[in-house]
């Protein structure tokens, strides 16, 4: 048989992104199916990102992640942006038909798969609160719009934010999401099934921060999520743990969105154990 030694090229564009954990997954998913492909964390700043992207064509790279702050400057940079990712406004993962990259967005879809496969979860007809209303507020509750959700609130510290999230999920989605203004703590009422943390309080190095919820009124079969990855258990989830409420940390979405871009890169199912293992011990 000829020698081949190419390698497939896939990676991530961000600005810094030394602590991006991404490659851990993706190859630990390369490795457990003996694929010859290689992830690659490259540092991009902002001027440099159509050079960049004009690189991923030429090199021929199977597709990229974006992460901040490239995942909306990237879209005009694309020859088409899927439906989700034009709705969301943002691209988290980039993937080649041919000669064309095509812009997807699965951050909402990984936290959707980590709800349904690690917490057992249905969000269709749930009472859902988002605190935050940033870029992964923003993918989150446009899949919970998908996916038929009961209620919405959106609780954020910048009425801009949140009231810009609301307006486009009642225009793009049909959806009346309310919007309520985050000053002092939040309080979660009984009425609440699902309560996640989209904001960036207790992403490492800032571990001991956590939002200002009051869950005094909260009901007891609550559901706690965090989409913080790092640390694995954020201050916020030990806090709802203690009270004993169900919980599901960041490490899910996180492997969920990985696994959804792997899938769409390799065709294959992607290995999804081995990815999440690799993780939790780069986390450790
Ligand atoms: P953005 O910068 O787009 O949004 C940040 C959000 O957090 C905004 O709503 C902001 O409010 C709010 N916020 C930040 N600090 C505070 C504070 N001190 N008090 C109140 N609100 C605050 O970030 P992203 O949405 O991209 O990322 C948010 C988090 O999601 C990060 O921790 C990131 O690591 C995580 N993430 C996890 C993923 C996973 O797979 N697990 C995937 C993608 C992101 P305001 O609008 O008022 O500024």
Redesign the pocket.
Known sequence: MAANYKLELVGVLGHPVAENPSCVMEEAGFAALGLPWRYLTMDVAPADLPDAIRGVRALGMQGVNLT?PHKVAVLPLLDEVSPDAARIGAVNTVRREGKRLIGENT?GK?FLRGLRQEAGVEPAGRNVLLL??????RAIAFELAAAGVGRLAIV???AE?GAALCADLKERAGLAARFEL?TGRCKVGSEVDILVN????G?FPKVSEMPPADLEKARADLLVCD???NPAETRFIKAARARGLKTLT?LP??VG?GAIGFEMWTGRPAPEAAMKAALAKAFE
Do not use: H
């Open positions: 901040i951050d990984g935050g209303a940033g870029g992964a507020a954020n510290r910048s934010r985050w989209c904001t960036s309080i992403l989409v913080v990855p960041g979405m996180l969105q």
